[in-house]
């Protein structure tokens, strides 16, 4: 899957990034799909500016899932008819891979008067230090937890994924490793991915330098699963050595049905030899 990396407008040499400090909005609620949008956006997503007053959306994916939740929610969200939402497809390394956009000054204009813009990665200062601009996520503590689970349902399913895989004791004896995670390089939103985790009961730990929010044991797995999950469809990509083409959900149900019965995961094919 094509990381939030290679999505995000990266500002030039010196150029301050176009974000933030817009007014996060209090009273008004965020709906479901508006949440899931924001999601999509803060991580594999990208809203853009164009001459004049004009706003891009662009999403690229190996997932057609992910493309068409990113198609709902920009209908649902401003009204949108079918056909303002360009979708294309082409291979690459024989695998499929989509990309969707949508050109539009009103919905680009409300967004980032709502959230400012969505651009997070690392721009190279006058000094030729990397910086990262400041950035945040809309939510609060009296953010309805729906809301909070359906943006980390999305986030999680763009930037993240599930690990099961055989690890080996220096004695040679075989076990299991499981853990969800979430890539993200920017140390402010680690933060607040960890914040909006906590506050769904959720435990996870930062790494610092994998760029990740990990996730591990079984009580917080359980959790995840129950609480956040990942859309449905979504497949773990070609990057995987053991589940390239099976569902993010399903190798988590896998990883919590392998606690005390270790052996059947052991068994399969691709952990045999």
């Keep these: 899957m094509i990381s939030a990396d290679n999505q995000q407008a990266t500002p030039l040499l010196w150029e301050s990034p176009q974000r933030l400090y817009a007014e996060y909005p209090k009273e008004e609620r965020i709906t479901t799909q508006e949440s899931i949008l924001l999601g999509i956006l803060y991580t594999d997503g990208c809203l853009s500016k164009k001459t004049g007053n ?27 008819g079918s056909r303002r939402i360009r979708i294309s497809q082409k291979l690459v390394n024989g695998k499929p891979f989509y990309k969707a956009v949508v050109d539009s000054a009103y919905c680009g204009s409300i967004l980032t008067a709502k959230y400012g813009t969505f651009r997070t990665l690392a721009f190279r200062e006058r000094g030729g230090r990397m910086v990262y601009p400041p950035a945040k996520l809309p939510f609060t503590s009296n953010t309805d937890h729906d809301i909070i689970s359906n943006f980390l349902r999305a986030a999680f399913s763009c930037d993240g994924g599930v690990n099961l ?37 959720i435990r996870s730990k930062i790494l610092a330098r994998d760029n990740r929010i990990l996730i591990q044991r079984r009580l917080e797995l359980e959790k995840f699963r129950e609480k956040i999950g ?44």
């Design 165 to 201: 895989y055989v690890g080996r004791s220096k004695s040679n004896y075989k076990f299991l490793i499981r853990n969800i995670y979430l890539a993200c390089k920017h140390p402010q939103l680690q933060l607040d991915y960890q914040r909006l985790l906590s506050s769904l009961g």
């Design 54 to 80: 004009g706003w891009r959306f662009y999403l690229s994916n190996t997932s057609a899932e992910i493309i068409q939740t990113f198609r709902q929610c920009m209908i649902e969200v401003f009204g949108l």
């Design 230 to 273: 990942f859309l449905d469809g979504v497949k773990i990509t070609q990057h995987s050595a053991f589940w390239q083409g099976w569902e993010k959900n399903k190798v988590l149900d896998l990883a919590l049905f392998s606690y005390g019965r270790a052996n059947v995961i052991l068994s399969f094919p691709q952990f045999l030899g």
